[in-house]
Every structure is written in structure tokens, then in C-alpha cells.
T-cell receptor
Framework: EADIYQTPRYLVIGTGKKITLECSQT?????MYWYQQDPGMELHLIHY???????EKGDLSSESTVSRIRTEHFPLTLESARPSHTSQYLC??????????FGPGTRLTVL | GQSLEQPSEVTAVEGAIVQINCTYQ??????LSWYQQHDGGAPTFLSY????GLEETGRFSSFLSRSDSYGYLLLQELQMKDSASYFC???????????FGKGTMLLVSP
């Protein structure tokens, strides 16, 4: 069973606040990913990492930033939250190229 | 760029067989994956086709035809718990990232 964790699970915050969504995995996977998913819609890749000190932007333009200082940790930060950032954020990791393990997600609401 | 098309919704009854189709446009890719996502849950990996043909995993099978830019997921002996959204996703060449389709909601009725 995959061991990938996200906190918080739910977050309601006001416009302009800085937030960090946490993602950790205990599987030793090199590759990690952040996706954004609106209800009933597809997953959009916003950031990914191939290992420590490696970060890349994904297909969907995002005002967020990520860091990868440790293999197991891949936090996502929004410097100034806006209502347009309201969505579900899913973190994933993989070792093999063909299977990604997803965390439970963080549902973010920006008022 | 890449794009994938799936039906938005499919309905079936318990015990039946259902096929969820996925057509795609891409300039290059490694393979086609399928993920299941229950409402409010995390996506979970179901199957991956790197080569043309059929891959079977229990009640689920997946098929890929590169020449037709087409794949499908076949679910047999449907159960109520199979009600979920199913996403096809292209494994992109070079970077091991996925591009997802919009998903197909499968509704299984008694």
C-alpha cells in the first residue's frame, strides 16, 4: 500500500494569505508531482521533481512554487492566495515510470 | 501538445461488461495508463500499456493500438464498487509525466 501523505486535508483561507501544502512519502521514490483538479475535471500537472534539488513546472501555469530539499518531502507554496486558487491539490510519487501513487489531496478554498 | 478524449459518462448494471474508450493525439509518448478515482478519493493506478495489445489484470483489461491512436479499458463482472471516474493518461516521452483525459464517470446500477 502506498504511503504518501498530504496536510492539511482541508483548508479555508482568506485572499492574500501565504499557504504551504505539505506532501511526504515514505517509499523512497525519486519522482514527485503536484496536480490540480477541479470537481469532475481532469488532473493538471503543475509541478514535478526528479529528485533532490530538481523542480520543473508542469503543463498548467501556476502561481505556486515548490521545493525538494529532501527525497521524501515536496511542499507547494502559494505566496498570495486568490479565489482562483480554489481547487483540489493532489500530490503523487513514483519509482517506475508507469505507476504513480497519489496522496489523499488537499481541498483548498480561498475566500 | 497532447489531447485525450473519453466519454463523459457510461452506465451499466452489476455483472455486465463495460468498455471505456480513449482516443488521443500526440507527437510521441511512452504508453497509455488508466487510473480509477472514487468520488472524493485519490486516483489509483489500474493498468499500463507500453505496447500494442491487451493487458489483463483480474477483472480489468486495457488495450492499446498506436496505429489507431486508441485505447480502452474493459471492466468485467461489474460490481457496485466499480462506480467511479476512470481516467486515461499518456505517459509523455522523455520526462515520465502524465497528461490526463477528462475522465469517464461509470455508474453501476443493481
Amino acid at each position: 500500500e502506498a504511503d504518501i501523505y498530504q496536510t492539511p486535508r482541508y483548508l479555508v483561507i482568506g485572499t492574500g494569505k501565504k499557504i504551504t501544502l505539505e506532501c511526504s512519502q515514505t517509499m523512497g521514490h525519486d519522482k514527485m508531482y503536484w496536480y490540480q483538479q477541479d470537481p469532475g475535471m481532469e488532473l493538471h500537472l503543475i509541478h514535478y521533481s526528479y529528485g533532490v534539488n530538481s523542480t520543473e513546472k508542469g503543463d498548467l501555469s501556476s502561481e505556486s512554487t515548490v521545493s525538494r530539499i529532501r527525497t521524501e518531502h515536496f511542499p507547494l507554496t502559494l505566496e498570495s492566495a486568490r479565489p482562483s486558487h480554489t481547487s483540489q491539490y493532489l500530490c503523487a510519487s513514483s519509482r517506475a515510470y508507469n505507476e504513480q501513487f497519489f496522496g489523499p489531496g488537499t481541498r483548498l478554498t480561498v475566500l | 501538445g497532447q489531447s485525450l478524449e473519453q466519454p463523459s459518462e457510461v452506465t451499466a448494471v452489476e455483472g455486465a461488461i463495460v468498455q471505456i474508450n480513449c482516443t488521443y493525439q500526440t507527437s510521441g509518448f511512452y504508453g497509455l495508463s488508466w487510473y480509477q478515482q472514487h468520488d472524493g478519493g485519490a486516483p489509483t493506478f489500474l493498468s499500463y500499456n507500453a505496447l500494442d495489445g491487451l493487458e489483463e489484470t483480474g477483472r480489468f483489461s486495457s488495450f492499446l493500438s498506436r496505429s489507431d491512436s486508441y485505447g480502452y479499458l474493459l471492466l468485467q463482472e461489474l460490481q457496485m464498487k466499480d462506480s467511479a471516474s476512470y481516467f486515461c493518461a499518456l505517459m509523455n516521452s522523455g520526462y515520465s509525466t502524465l497528461t490526463f483525459g477528462k475522465g469517464t464517470m461509470l455508474l453501476v446500477s443493481p
